[in-house]
């Protein structure tokens, strides 16, 4: 379940400090919560460093952000097998454009396939509507029991953890522009799902990367193309591949 910190350290360290002391802990990092609580605190403490990640990164524009998969609301700092931290950019309504709902994911109620730590950065924050679950073996069009942890906002200094596939939320845009700063745990959980958050109900999953071969293959596959896909999904123990295609 969703866990909410107001413990700061009151010191502050640079990117590179944080990025090495991530590091130390090798793949025990996420057992150890009080110091990634500690060092969250302390990044937050650093008001500068994100200034000096935005120079770097105009200085450098060829290679602008070319290894990030996320969408584009997603700044990566840092990241390796264990982890990933990045910054989340937050728009208010009136600077998104109709892509808002792909972007953003605002107003769908959906889990994470992954645990992560969210601290509040900058601005007045995100508002959003939580719940959680216990249920381990979802399913499209399954009804689960939603408990609801109410309406919160991500303020500046609060951090919050969001557990793999049991926290289901719903954003709102905040008033102004705001970031959060995210450490993501990459020990990725198989699924992710929209809810109806007033009923329960598992509504879809969301969109994993081999849904595009499948929509390519609907619309230009031939005979051949059919075959392979055929063969893959029978002899492939990836059930992501298996979901694209419905199998
Ligand atoms: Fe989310």
New binding site residues.
């Given amino acids: 379940m969703a866990k909410f910190f107001n413990k700061y350290d009151n010191g502050a360290i640079s990117l590179g400090e944080l990025v090495k002391q991530l590091q130390s802990k090798g793949d025990k990092l996420f057992s150890d919560e009080d110091f990634i609580i500690s060092l969250l605190s302390k990044i937050y403490n650093n008001r500068e460093f994100l200034c000096d990640v935005l120079f770097e990164q105009l200085d450098n524009l060829t290679n602008f952000q070319s290894d990030n998969p996320y969408t584009p609301q997603a700044f990566i700092l840092s990241s390796t097998k264990v982890y990933t931290l990045r910054a989340a950019i937050w728009s208010p309504v009136s600077r998104i454009s109709d892509s808002k709902d792909d972007v953003y994911?605002y107003d769908k109620a959906?889990d994470?396939n992954f645990t992560f730590y969210t601290v509040g950065y900058k601005g007045p924050g995100y508002e959003t509507d939580l719940y959680t679950y216990e249920s381990n073996d979802l399913n499209v069009g399954d009804e689960i029991k939603l408990d609801s942890l109410g309406i919160l906002n991500l303020k500046e200094g609060d951090i919050w953890k969001y557990e793999k596939s049991k926290d289901v939320?719903s954003?709102y845009p905040p008033k102004e522009a705001s970031i959060s700063i995210n450490l993501i745990d990459n020990n990725i959980g198989l699924r992710q799902y929209y809810f109806n958050s007033k009923t329960g109900k598992v509504l879809n999953r969301v969109s994993n990367k081999y849904d595009t071969l499948k929509v390519l293959s609907d619309l230009i596959g031939n005979k051949d193309t059919n075959k392979l896909i055929e063969e893959k999904i029978k002899t492939s123990s990836n059930q992501l591949i298996k979901d694209a295609f419905d199998v």
């Fill in positions: 994911f959906h994470h939320h954003q």
